[in-house]
């Protein structure tokens, strides 16, 4: 009886996942560390988050982080401010968990909602 021997390197063990608790949704789901927020909720098959582009072009997919760690790519200031983001506000297709977190999703704003109110004072 003979044994092959593989000269590859083993695998390197899968990433321990963290849980992601939506907390103005009572649902949680499961994010590994090398996925976006947005991928992991739902690769689970989970619907916590609005779900956009997933590129961050959009800005459906705003939440907000209440409490843990995560690691983010560049937000659009188009749909996140530095002060959005100062509060923990960010685009879930641009953050990877480092730790379990508590979110809250429901934060999209249409951008058409902040243009310029009509003008009431009209004279004719």
Known sequence: MSTTRSSRPADPPRPAGFSIRVDNR??????RPDRTLLAAMEASG???IDVGC?????????IRVLDGRYDSKRMS????????????IVLACRIFARSDLVIESD????????AAEPDNNNEE
């Open 26 to 31: 009572q649902q949680s789901f499961a994010a």
């Open 46 to 48: 989970a619907r916590t």
């Open 54 to 62: 997933r590129g961050g072009g959009c800005g459906r997919c705003r």
């Open 77 to 88: 200031r188009a749909h996140i401010s530095e002060q959005d983001e100062a509060q923990g």
């Open 107 to 114: 934060h999209y704003q249409d951008p058409r909602q902040h």
